[in-house]
C-alpha cells in the first residue's frame, strides 16, 4: 500500500488547517491509521490515531480537544482537523497504517511508530506567529 499525504501550508497561529491522507489500492482496509510529526531538531511523536473499522481514537494530550482525526473509508483516506494552531505545531506531518493486527494475546499500541507498517512521505504544517 502507499499512502499520500497532503495539504500542510503556512497558517497563522490561531488559524484551522485540515491534512489528508490517502491510501492507493481499490481496497483498503487496515487495522489502524495514525498521523506522528516530526518538528526541527525534534524527535518524531504521535499525535493522533484511529482505528478503521470502530472509529476508537487516540490523541497525544497536547492536540486533545484541538485536533480531530477522522477518515472515509470510501475514498481511502484519513484527515487531522487542526484548530487553533500554535508555533508549537510547525512539524512535518506524516501519516501511516497498520494493515493488519492479531489481537488474540495482543496489544497494540498506536504511540508507537513499529506498531505501524506502511508511511507517507509526510506534509509541511507551518504555524507563525
Known amino acids: 500500500v502507499q499512502l499520500q499525504a497532503s495539504g500542510g501550508g503556512l497558517v497563522q497561529a490561531g488559524d484551522s488547517l485540515r491534512i489528508s491522507c490517502a491510501a492507493s489500492?481499490?481496497?483498503?482496509?487496515?487495522?489502524?491509521m495514525g498521523w506522528f510529526r516530526q518538528a526541527p531538531g525534534k524527535e518524531r511523536e504521535f499525535v493522533a490515531a484511529?482505528?478503521?473499522?470502530?472509529?476508537?481514537?487516540y490523541y497525544v494530550p497536547s492536540v486533545k480537544g484541538r485536533f480531530a482525526i477522522s477518515r472515509d473509508s470510501a475514498k481511502n483516506t484519513m484527515y487531522l482537523q487542526m484548530n487553533t494552531l500554535d508555533s508549537e505545531d510547525t512539524a512535518v506531518y506524516y501519516c501511516?497504517?497498520?494493515?493488519?493486527?492479531?489481537?488474540?494475546?495482543?496489544?497494540?499500541?498506536?504511540?508507537?511508530?513499529?506498531?505501524?507498517?506502511?508511511w507517507g512521505q509526510g506534509t509541511l504544517v507551518t504555524v507563525s506567529s
Open positions: 501511516a497504517a497498520r494493515i493488519d493486527f492479531d489481537a488474540v494475546g495482543s496489544t497494540w499500541s498506536p504511540k508507537l511508530d513499529y506498531e505501524y507498517d506502511a
Open positions: 489500492g481499490r481496497t483498503f482496509s487496515p487495522f489502524a
Open positions: 484511529i482505528r478503521w473499522s470502530g472509529g476508537e481514537t
